[in-house]
């Protein structure tokens, strides 16, 4: 049985920092694209940021390009997301997502498989 399950959201003050996490098991980390995606209320369901399966560079949108980090560690089979300089538009639900493929989606439909999601909220 495959569980993602993320951690670490909580009330912030825009201009934080916050590391999200994904545990992960029965699947390795290490086989699969790994990404990120958040949903704030009332909206779709959002690409944040991605790593292929293959390749060390990893993929980000425009909007997050320089303030957050996704990394994984295979030997905790564990995704990261470190995200600096929090604006409010940045509150979300925060999901972790498994596709198998080399290269992965950006499109939510595409993954194979979801966390329950982490709330995060970014105060002014």
């Known amino acids: 049985q495959v569980q993602l399950v993320e951690s670490g959201g909580r009330l912030v003050q825009a201009g934080d920092s916050l590391r999200l996490s994904c545990a992960v098991s029965g699947l390795a980390v290490s086989n699969y694209a790994m990404g990120w995606f958040r949903q704030a209320a009332g909206d779709e369901r959002k690409f944040v940021a991605r790593?292929?399966?293959?390749?060390?560079?990893?993929d980000y949108a425009d909007s997050v390009t320089g303030r957050f980090t996704i990394s994984k560690d295979n030997a905790k089979n564990t995704v990261y997301l470190q995200m600096n300089g929090l604006k409010p538009e940045d509150a979300a639900t925060y999901y972790c997502?498994?596709?198998?493929?080399?290269?992965?989606?950006?499109?939510?439909?595409?993954?194979?498989?979801w966390g329950q999601g982490t709330q995060v909220t970014v105060s002014s």
């Open positions: 790593l292929f399966r293959d390749y060390d560079t990893p």
């Open positions: 997502a498994a596709q198998n493929s080399a290269f992965g989606s950006r499109f939510p439909s595409q993954q194979d498989y």
